[in-house]
């Protein structure tokens, strides 16, 4: 964030910031030196940036498409974790929630479900499954109406979009019932892998690690139940569809492993050793 000319740090931290690296993506990255928060230090106007997903530019449904089978592993793994502090199946809101991939595998699960997703044409292919879709950005779909309606909300991989993320933890704060669940997954920064391929500053306008999540979470009265260090499934062949610019040489070195159907190794070795994303199971408490 920037306040007077002034790079300072979201969670308010007394600290200076530095950037994140001299090259390539890094260098629009800041960083804190108190709880190591990066963020895009000059983020592009709103405007610019909605447009790239009101335009399916970021974050594609063409991409999606090709990820289903891969999601649908990562959010069957993630929503039996949350049944364990939530059994009984009751409403939940997918934030995010694209073509509806996660929405489906709740259903199956015997979850009531609804999403939000600003991506019209994304939100369509989700309607057409017969999915209760909020469509625009989360900012501007929370009615008085859907406040404390659901027992649980899911942000897959949105929180380092937002521009302001402690806005949008406000918000699903606020459409949860008392007591309520927050599943929330987003890229961990210190992991090598979210460093070598998370730095997007058009897209992920903030990476964290275990230590300011929990306290960007613990500051808007939510109660870490479980945080764990771990991967998505991924598949060698989906990579080379990703928005992520790795170069030529890494898309020639992917292309390669994926002939050799290295995935199953990719996926232990992404869960074991790389473990580049943060998964956070958070009650809604009362603010004291
Ligand atoms: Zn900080």
Not at 119 to 138: D, L, W
Not at 273 to 280: M, R, S, T
Request: net charge positive; aromatic share 8%; charged share 20%.
């Amino acid at each position: 964030m920037t306040l007077n000319g002034i790079i300072t740090c979201l969670l308010g931290c007394r600290a200076g910031t530095r950037p994140l690296s001299q090259n390539g993506n890094g260098s629009n990255y800041h960083r804190c030196e108190k709880c190591g928060l990066a963020f895009v230090s000059r983020p592009p106007a709103s405007p610019a940036l909605e447009r790239l997903y009101l335009k399916d530019i970021s974050s594609p449904t063409s991409y999606y498409a090709k990820t289903v089978e891969a999601d649908r592993i990562t959010f069957v793994k993630r929503l039996r974790l949350l049944a364990q502090f939530q059994p009984e199946r009751c409403l939940l809101l997918d934030i995010g929630c694209s073509t509806g991939t996660l929405m489906n595998v709740a259903a199956s699960m015997g979850w009531e479900v609804e999403g939000v997703e600003p991506n019209p044409h994304a939100a369509y292919i989700a309607r057409q499954q017969g999915f209760i879709v909020h469509e625009g950005f989360f900012s501007s779909v929370l009615d008085r109406h859907l406040k404390g309606k659901y027992q649980c909300v899911v942000m897959s991989d949105v929180i380092e979009h937002v521009p302001n993320p402690r806005d949008a933890l406000i918000k699903a704060r606020q459409l949860l019932a008392p007591n309520g669940f927050l599943l929330l997954s987003t890229p961990n920064l210190e992991s090598f892998w979210c460093k070598r391929f998370q730095l997007k500053p058009m897209e992920h306008l903030f990476l964290f690690n275990s230590k300011n999540l929990s306290l960007l979470l613990s500051g808007e009265a939510f109660e870490i139940c479980h945080l764990e260090k771990t991967s998505r499934r991924r598949a060698l062949g989906q990579l080379t569809h990703s928005t992520t610019e790795v170069g030529r040489e890494s898309l020639t070195l992917i292309r390669y492993l994926s002939r050799l159907r290295l995935d199953g190794a990719l996926a232990w070795m992404m869960e074991h050793f790389f473990k580049d994303e943060l998964v956070v199971i958070a009650r809604k408490t009362r603010r004291l």
